[in-house]
């Protein structure tokens, strides 16, 4: 009988045995794990990693027309780019639009930002109008925005000459010396949103306390801006510009939309170069050279944003073993950042000092003391929301035009467009256009298409995105941490570096020109978000939960099925919107990938209504609003969820 024992023993202990060391070795959960992440691994290897590195390989060679072969040429096409006057103008313009549009929309999403999180009346709804422009497709605001701009039937010139600032009609877009200015100021529109959200989140994080300290000691508002609001701000101000910054400087949508990269290249940025280089030209290898040349810039820039990101994602044990070369170059690169903030910063910072001088002479005059308030708090208290929102006033009408604009043209009819008559009413007002456009164009197929594609790839990046990121944020498996990283890389990566290869990736597939190849392409930037997003909130739900089942027995899937996605309902919700709306807007893949009017969704159909310079304004208009309103709904429906599913994960521990 011991014998027996003895021998079945023996023969489980090598199971045993063998059981520890893959855990050892690969991690506690390292079946479920590796099996929860597999899907995005391989999308992220097959369309992301393995494109890009074979656009490497091509970027090294040239076609060559008579003969249809291919040679390799080594770094040749990158040698021909710096002596390039194509090449040198695109990123003399790219660098122009990066620089002042990045300025324009820090400075106005500050301003806004303050405005809102101080005492006003009817905040929650100016902060809504604030956000507008986030949730429009980019072909809308390209067209809304080159109707207002149309120096014949626009709204522009007849405001700026009944004011008396223009003589004469201005071609904003036709004008060499205007373009950029006038598609930096659409960027700049489009853009404010973003950098009103993440810089409210950051006032709404500075201790009030510290406020109301310096109030104590003495400090007015401006003081108590330079010395303690701006200090708190840094790390949100270091995140928010580096991710706009990677946003403009790869943007392609709206200068591609608005002028084509005209006049006379006036507005042609390095990507729009590479696409007329690599599709226009058929010029792969030189085409991929133009869209690599930014990526030692843009290595750096994502490696210190994912830094930053993950700054409070320490290790066990890391403070034992000191600052890392890594965290070292990271503390050089802040300090750098830093420096450009207070280059950013200096015009501000020159008002304010000019602000206390004035206030120090008003005080002198009147005879008070240097801490004595001019006014009265009951006067300072009724004047304060007034000049608020005298200062927040010509912003929103900044922000509100456009929209105006859409509905009123829309409900026009042809005739009243052309002859110009009462430019900002429609008179009478009239649903031609919208009949015309539902009978006369294949609108309501590109909706189909629209739906259709983003509905799916919102499906199943939602679904891959949440196996993901429970895996990354509850189980414990070797490569946890690396994948993160690369994931983090992944989402930031611009697209305009992507679109090359993976339309050949596609073609070489057979799905090119397909709504297969939207489907499949769109996770590459819909999953690297939604699993982030769902990352934080699974953090933020309690862990004795999954204890506890896991002690009654049950399975990862069970709890991971059960236990945490009806807890996580909030976050998915929000995750399921914002995906579904950025494959709703997207233009890039679509525009490169699809070439068949019956397989066009919406952003390409309504870019097909242009035809030369005929742009039927009326039936744009009434496109442009109908393409907006579902997003809008859906906005308005999930607002609530929207707001609980991005921050609770953000405020954990």
Known sequence: MEDRMTLALGARRPRTTNKKRLENLFGRDWKVGYLFVLPMVLIMALLIFWPFISAIFISTTSLNFLTGETANVGLRNYQRLWTSSDFLQAMQNTIQFTFWSLLLKFVIGMTVALILNSKLPFRSLLSGIMLLPWIVPEIVTALAWKSIYDPMFGGLNPILQGAGIIDRPLGWLSDPNMAMGSIISVNVWKGIPFFVLLLLAGLKAIDREQI??????????????????????????????????????????????????????????????????????????????????????????????????????????????????????????????????????????????????????????????????????????????????LVLTPLLVFVLFPFYWIVTTSLKSTTQISERRSIFWPEPATTDQYTSLLRDTPFLTWLMNSVFVAAVSTLVSVALASLAAYALSRLRFRGAGLLTTLLLITYLLPGTLLFIPLYQTLTTMGVINSHTALIVTYPTFLLPFATWVLMGYFRSIPVELEEAARIDGASRFYIFWRITLPLAAPAILSVTLFAFTNAWNEFLFAFVFITSESLRTLPIGLQSMVVGDILPWGKLMAASLLTAIPVAILYVYAQRFLSEGLTVGAVKG
């Open 212 to 389: 109301e300290a310096a109030q104590v000691d003495g400090a007015n508002a401006v003081q108590r801006f330079r010395n303690v609001t701006l200090p708190g701000l840094r790390y949100v101000i270091v995140v928010t510009l580096l991710l706009s910054f990677i946003s403009t400087f790869n943007q392609f949508g709206l200068p591609f939309l608005m002028t084509g990269g005209g006049p006379s290249g006036a507005t042609k940025l390095y990507s729009i170069l590479a696409y007329e280089k690599a599709l226009g030209s058929l010029q792969y290898g030189p085409g991929i050279a133009i869209a690599f040349s930014v990526a030692p810039l843009m290595a750096i820039l994502i490696w210190l944003l994912a830094r930053f990101m993950r700054h409070d994602d320490k290790r066990d044990g890391a403070s034992d073993r000191g600052p890392s070369f890594a965290d070292r170059l990271l503390a050089g690169g802040t300090g750098l950042v830093n420096i450009i903030i207070d280059f950013i910063f200096l015009p501000i910072q020159l008002v304010f000092a000019g602000l206390e001088w004035a206030v120090r002479r008003v005080r002198v005059a009147t005879g008070r003391s240097a801490l004595q308030p001019i006014f009265r708090q009951q006067a300072r208290s009724n004047a304060g929301p007034i000049a608020r929102l």
